[in-house]
């Protein structure tokens, strides 16, 4: 299995935490990126950083389009 970038891939986030969110049974979740690695471990965390770093977004507009609750921001 190979990732890539939170919002670039084929997993439709919008449905999953709508669905999530219908549930009323979820606080949190759990998503994984799984970049390939590197030529370094060096090398291998930071593009999981980068990842993650450019997900937080992703994931806030995506939670913020599609639950109920207000989503707000630290």
Do not use: H, M, Y
């Not at 670039?8 to 969110?21: C, F």
């Not at 990126?33 to 997900?55: F, I, M, N, Q, R």
Request: with cysteine; charged share 15%; hydrophobic share 40%.
């Amino acid at each position: 299995v190979q990732g890539c970038p939170l919002g670039q891939g084929q997993l439709p986030l919008e449905q999953v935490l709508a669905a999530v969110a219908r549930s009323g049974r979820c606080g949190s979740a759990i998503l994984e990126t799984w970049p390939p690695p590197e030529a370094s471990e060096e090398a291998t965390l930071a593009k999981e950083l980068d990842w993650a770093v450019s997900g937080l977004p992703v994931i806030r507009n995506t939670i913020a389009r599609t639950t109920p609750a207000t989503f707000t921001t630290p």
